[in-house]
């Protein structure tokens, strides 16, 4: 079946660096790849859509400047998390649809754990 | 966009049937109604789908009925590796309005 792999599956880093986190599509191309923020105990937060060679499309209230979206081939899109703080702690996972049929059901990553000291 | 509504959460013991009804009484005529199953530290996994009436797979089952405006899924003896959290989504990946995950259901199979 199709996967998304996602990568790091757990990072640390210190107030004020940036966090690259990858999510590739390893058998199948998406020209489309969803990105969420999952706190404890809570659901899934869609934070934006990556569309393969053109801008992504944010959520109210997700700033855009912050986090970077870069959707450069049909198999890799990266989520950069800048100037990371404390409350950017989170669980971030990415899904993508293996094609173009708008029931196509949703793979995800296995997510990745951001733990900002 | 339909949103839904689920039971927080449930408990059951192993080897019952669990059955996990969604409403969605906004849904429209586009929209699919797929579940995801989620582990603790990982990302949501894909169950079933269907539209309207019954789907069955080899993990699951999905009744619809006629109104659509619920759901339910069932899962045949459930195992202490059923303990999940289970999530309903309606809609469609391309929509003007993006699928949104609800507050989604916590089962706990008691052994």
């Known amino acids: 079946g199709a996967v998304v792999s996602q990568h790091p599956s757990w990072v640390i880093c210190k107030s004020g660096t940036s966090v690259k986190i990858e999510c590739r599509s390893l058998?199948?191309?998406?020209?489309?790849m969803f990105w969420y923020r999952q706190f404890p105990k809570q659901s899934l937060m869609l934070m934006a859509t990556?569309?393969?060679?053109?801008?992504?499309?944010?959520e109210q209230g997700v700033e855009k400047d912050k986090f970077l979206i870069n959707h450069a081939s049909l198999t890799l899109s990266t989520l950069t998390v800048t100037s990371a703080h404390p409350e950017d702690s989170s669980f971030y996972i990415c899904?993508?649809?293996?094609?173009?049929?708008?029931?196509?059901?949703?793979?995800f990553g296995n997510g990745t754990r951001l733990t900002v000291t | 966009l339909a949103k839904t509504t689920q039971p927080i959460s449930m408990d059951s013991y192993e080897g019952q049937e669990v059955n996990i009804t969604c409403s969605h009484n906004?849904?429209?005529?586009?929209?699919?109604i797929t579940w995801y199953q989620q582990f603790p530290s990982q990302g949501p996994r894909f169950i079933i789908q269907?539209?309207?009436t019954k789907v069955t797979n080899e993990v699951a089952s999905l009744f619809i009925p006629a109104d659509r405006k619920s759901s339910t899924l069932s899962l045949p003896r459930v195992s202490l590796s059923d303990t999940a959290v289970y999530y309903c989504?309606?809609?469609?990946?391309?929509?003007?309005?993006?699928?949104?995950f609800g507050t989604g259901t916590r089962l706990t199979i008691i052994p």
């Open positions: 899904s993508a649809p293996d094609s173009g049929a708008v029931n196509s059901p949703l793979h």
């Open positions: 058998d199948f191309q998406a020209t489309t």
């Open positions: 990556s569309n393969e060679g053109s801008k992504a499309t944010y």
């Open positions: 906004n849904i429209a005529t586009n929209d699919y």
């Open positions: 269907g539209y309207k």
């Open positions: 989504l309606v809609g469609d990946n391309f929509g003007n309005e993006k699928l949104t």
